[in-house]
């Protein structure tokens, strides 16, 4: 059964930095691509970034390329989130998404309870 936990979530100021973690339980973590999405307040979940099984390829919004780095240390079955030069629009519940595949070409097959990300002005 595979389980995504994740944490590092908080309030932070506009122009501040946060890095959220996802431990990850059951299943290769190594096998499949993972990555990352949000939801805001009132609006539909979105897309923020994923990286391939081994971690050489990444991809993100274009909302928060140049800001956010998404990294994974196998050997730890954690993935990262590395958020700088917060903004108010950031906040949101943040969740970690595992791909039934190396590649992320199909929806999440798993997710997170999520973590929430307030970014004050």
């Known amino acids: 059964q595979v389980q995504l936990v994740e944490s590092g979530g908080g309030l932070v100021q506009a122009g501040g930095s946060l890095r959220l973690s996802c431990a990850a339980s059951?299943?290769?973590?190594?096998?499949?691509?993972m990555g990352w999405f949000r939801q805001a307040p009132g609006k539909e979940r979105e897309f923020v970034a994923t990286?391939?099984?081994?971690?050489?390829?990444?991809y993100y919004a274009d909302a928060v390329k140049g800001r956010f780095t998404i990294s994974r240390d196998n050997a730890k079955n954690t993935l990262y989130l590395q958020m700088d030069r917060l903004k108010p629009e950031d906040t949101a519940v943040y969740y970690c998404?595992?791909?039934?595949?190396?590649?992320?070409?199909?929806?999440?097959?798993?997710w997170g309870q999520g973590t929430q990300v307030i970014v004050s002005s």
């Open positions: 059951g299943g290769t973590f190594s096998s499949n691509a």
């Open positions: 998404v595992r791909y039934s595949s190396r590649s992320p070409v199909d929806p999440p097959a798993y």
């Open positions: 990286i391939s099984w081994f971690g050489v390829s990444t």
